[in-house]
């Protein structure tokens, strides 16, 4: 403990640009710790003030001092204090941005449950497979194009970005085929139901 204690006192007083290059030298997590020990309070107030939640703000400080480990050996950082700011900022933005994102598939999956399987006024199972077996013919009666993204999208529960690297579709591509699909298998859907309706 005592040896730990001189240690940080012969580097308390050095600059962030010296700790930075005493990390890169040594490659020690010692010295990004007194970069945490300096600013993480800071950088929890900014996740704070972003994320409104303390434990998400807590839980996004360890992963940005986390990253640094590795992005500082990337960068020639000379005002550190600066760039922490707008790193740290970043990190706070693109987690909004996944959130919104989350939010956005999850009430477009709950709206698309809703055209999906509101033709169901019955919970028998008989029922309710029949449903099932008339979703599988309408998807199946879709293009192929439609067809793919439709089960991937729905029934993989696949991004965009995946379905675009697996087929070879742009994003715009993946998303019109299925804002098509979905139109067109609501038409399929509600045709079948009304073949279904007795006279």
Same mark, same amino acid.
């Not at 005592?2 to 012969?10: I, N, Q, T």
């Not at 010295?31 to 107030?45: A, P, Q, S």
């Not at 000379?78 to 900022?89: A, D, G, M, Q, T």
């Given at each position: 403990?005592?040896?730990?204690?001189?240690?940080?006192?012969?580097?308390?007083?050095?600059? !962030?640009?010296? @700790? @930075?290059?005493?990390?890169?030298?040594?490659?020690?997590?010692?010295? &990004?710790? @007194?970069?945490?020990?300096?600013?993480?309070?800071?950088? $929890?107030?900014?996740?704070?003030?972003? $994320?409104?939640?303390?434990?998400?703000?807590? !839980?996004?400080?360890?992963? @940005?001092? &986390?990253? $640094?480990? &590795? !992005? $500082?050996?990337?960068?020639?950082?000379?005002?550190?204090?600066?760039?922490?700011?707008?790193?740290?900022?970043n990190h706070c933005l693109m987690e909004l941005r996944k959130r919104q994102k989350n939010l956005n598939r999850e009430l477009e999956l709950k709206e698309d449950a809703v055209l999906l399987m509101d033709f169901s006024d019955s919970s028998h199972l008989k029922e309710r497979e029949e449903q099932i077996v008339m979703l599988e013919q309408a998807i199946d009666d879709l293009n192929p194009d439609q067809r793919k993204c439709i089960r991937m999208f729905y029934l993989e529960n696949r991004s965009y970005a995946e379905i675009s690297m697996e087929t070879g579709y742009s994003n715009n591509e993946v998303k019109s085929h299925i804002q098509n699909g979905k139109r067109n298998l609501k038409i399929r859907l509600e045709t079948k139901l009304n073949e279904r309706s007795p006279e």
């Open positions: 403990m005592a040896l730990f204690s001189r240690r940080e006192r012969l580097h308390e007083h050095k600059s !962030d640009v010296e @700790i @930075i290059a005493l990390y890169k030298a040594t490659g020690d997590a010692y010295f &990004t710790g @007194i970069l945490y020990t300096r600013y993480g309070h800071l950088v $929890l107030g900014l996740c704070i003030k972003y $994320l409104r939640n303390k434990m998400e703000a807590e !839980d996004a400080v360890m992963n @940005i001092f &986390t990253r $640094l480990q &590795t !992005d $500082l050996k990337k960068h020639n950082v000379e005002f550190f204090k600066s760039w922490l700011y707008v790193y740290s900022k």
